[in-house]
């Protein structure tokens, strides 16, 4: 007899009873009964992907402006996921550890490539997620047109435009 349960039976059961019978060339028979009792087995969770919303590759953001992503993990056993930042994630970066919402705010001194890496746990395994990259650029600061130098007299109005460009269009 040989016989691997499927994975999840323990959840259906646990306790399946399989008889076993013989009989001899002149029809006689005798059966037993063996109970077989089936033990779940934990899985680690597995991150799963959730749409537009999930960081994947390289993302690129500016300096001072927020970048948000939800990861999202399964676990098998349906057991409760907590999420964790893994190191080398952004200090300044937070995970919900109840939902995966992933946000940071990049300072404006935060230019390069910083990698992000969370954990989910279930309680007894933890699986990280795939290493994803943020590109952070730099905030152009605002330029100001040349302001030519003005004459005027007193008690008179003076009117003109003050100009400034940026190149981030911000």
Do not use: C
């Not at 087995?41 to 500016?62: E, I, L």
């Not at 300044?92 to 969370?118: E, H, K, Q, Y």
């Not at 933890?126 to 952070?136: D, E, G, I, Y």
């Not at 730099?138 to 003076?158: D, I, L, Q, S």
Request: no cysteine; net charge negative; proline share 5%.
């Amino acid at each position: 007899f040989t016989w691997k349960p499927a994975y999840n039976m323990a959840d259906d059961g646990p306790v399946y009873n399989v008889t076993f019978t013989v009989t001899d060339k002149h029809a006689a028979s005798a059966s037993v009964t063996a109970e077989f009792t089936i033990n779940n087995v934990n899985t680690p969770p597995s991150f799963t992907v959730t749409g537009a919303k999930q960081m994947a590759g390289t993302v690129t953001v500016r300096a001072g402006k927020t970048i948000s992503f939800d990861y999202l993990a399964i676990d098998a056993e349906g057991d409760p996921i907590t999420y964790f930042k893994a190191d080398p994630s952004p200090a300044t970066s937070t995970i919900d550890r109840t939902t995966g919402a992933f946000s940071w705010t990049p300072a404006l001194t935060d230019v390069g490539t910083f990698d992000v890496v969370m954990i989910a746990s279930d309680g007894v395994f933890s699986t990280l997620s795939t290493v994803s990259k943020v590109n952070v650029t730099a905030n152009n600061t605002p330029v100001f047109v040349a302001v030519a130098n003005k004459t005027v007299v007193e008690g008179a109005m003076v009117s003109f435009d003050v100009l400034a460009t940026d190149a981030d269009a911000d």
